[in-house]
């Protein structure tokens, strides 16, 4: 089956700050790669997703990055504000179920 | 509108216990699915519905775990005999069809947090 690894497990930046997280998958098949953020006590939320026949998508101060050939993908986070501070999770998907990377706390510094 | 509805919040049981946990989905919302998520991981798949079927549950860890959607609505997870290492929490999610890849969002809901002492 599919497995997603997630790189850093923990960031901590400054406010005003970029943040990187990568994530690389093991199945070439795989077409769906949605990015979740997850606030404490909270259920994961989708903050931004690319499919496979698309290399880079922007939504204000997030993007992500896709490599298929290398099978890595990337979030970008441009100007980090405190309030985007939380777990941020990848996954990825070949058709109806997504197989999540461990996550990666992001701590944003006033 | 409203989102995924997970009842209850909390459980906390006694190991051996039966458990039930109720899903309910975002209104039209045809397919429906469980993850279980252990602290400091990600959310790792159970089960999902198709309508009133399951059409994949290989995510399920044991004969313990059941899950049903009479109604193709709302969705109960049942355990059966509880262990301790059972203890996370559970999310719920919908989204419009079961092709992620084609119609995107998974919506989820707050979780059920389970603990078996």
């Known amino acids: 089956g599919e497995n997603v690894e997630q790189h850093p497990s923990t960031l901590s930046v400054q406010e005003g700050d970029s943040a990187v997280i990568k994530c690389t998958y093991s199945d070439s098949a795989s077409n769906y790669f949605p990015w979740y953020k997850q606030e404490l006590g909270k259920g994961p939320q989708l903050i931004i997703d690319i499919r496979s026949n698309v290399g880079e998508k922007k939504d204000q101060r997030i993007a992500v990055t896709l490599n298929k050939t290398a099978k890595h993908f990337s979030l970008h986070i441009t100007e980090t504000q405190p309030e985007d501070s939380a777990v941020y999770f990848c996954a990825a998907s070949l058709y109806s179920t997504l197989t999540f990377g461990k996550g990666t706390m992001l701590l944003v510094s006033p | 509108g409203a989102g995924v509805s997970q009842t209850p919040s909390n459980k906390v049981t006694e190991k051996g216990k039966y458990v039930e946990l109720r899903c309910d989905p975002i209104s039209g919302h045809t397919a429906l699915y469980w993850y279980r998520q252990s602290l400091g991981q990600g959310p790792e798949f159970l089960i999902y519905f198709q309508g009133t079927g399951a059409a994949d549950d290989s995510g399920l860890p044991n004969d313990r775990f059941f899950a049903v959607r009479p109604e193709g609505s709302v969705s109960t997870l049942k355990i059966q005999r509880t262990e301790r290492g059972d203890s996370a929490v559970y999310l719920c999610?919908?989204?419009?069809?079961?092709?992620?890849?084609?119609?995107?969002?998974?919506?989820f809901g707050e979780g059920s947090r389970l603990t078996v002492l």
């Open positions: 999610a919908s989204s419009l069809t079961a092709g992620l890849s084609n119609t995107g969002e998974l919506f």
